[in-house]
């Protein structure tokens, strides 16, 4: 059996669109560098994601320098859109938390708007160091996040998807699977485990960083999003709920927390630390 090693890393410059495959990236406090820095708000200031568009799976947002983004989507009309300077911000709520914002400026929002069918606003987060904390029952004084939904990374198993994929095979609802790993949205993607190791993983390394491992994912409705058509179906979430119930979550992946900063690349060799 092979040592396990990072066999991809991705990063969601606008939370919710579409991944960005990367060979290697900065590791920052709050995650991976340009790792959902944007996201979308709707009228009344709370994020728009993937659970009520599914929509958003099928639009793309690649990084530029200086922190901004270029959207796309297929056959339609481009726009970049440059950080925004220095200005007032604007209260958003991302699930439990409220968060100072900037936001990204009307053909941003217009563009947006025009492909959900309904008005939304896009937002940046201009000081990760301390406008997030983690929270504070698994996070440590300090410790702060991006618009990712609760920790700086996620990180899944190639053999866990594997196995997953297996149980969803032996099921009602086979003709769904195998399920690609993009329904599962993570930063870092491990090659090399036996199934499930990573539920018993608390400190990592991955290269020369070092990461906590925070507590395991619970999974939402966005893992039933095809990523390519938008449609939804039943799994992987009726599996998981059979084989990967943990009270009212649905467990796949591991949430980690960097100890330290650094670069990772794909290859890297991964080590449990304890």
Known sequence: MPSPSLGAVYIHPVKSLAACARDESVVEPWGLDGDRRWMLIDVDGRVVTQRQQPRLAQLSAKALPGGGVALSEPGGTPLDVEVPGAGPTVVAELFRSKVEVVEGGAAAHDWFSARLGTEVRLVHLDEPSYRRPVDPEFGRPGETVSFADGFPLLLTSRASLDALNSLIGEGDHAHEGPL????????????????????????????????????????????????????????????????????KDLLFGQNLVPEGTGVIRVGDPVRVLG
Do not use: Y
Request: overall charge positive; proline content about 7%.
């Open 180 to 247: 690609p790993m993009n329904r599962f949205r993570p930063n870092v993607v491990v090659d090399g485990a036996e199934p499930w190791d990573e539920d018993g993983w608390r400190r990592i390394s991955v290269g020369e960083v070092v990461f906590r491992v925070a507590k395991p994912c619970g999974r939402c409705v966005v893992t039933t999003t095809d990523q390519r058509t938008a449609e939804r179906g039943k799994e992987p979430l009726r599996t998981l709920a059979r084989h990967r119930r943990s009270g």
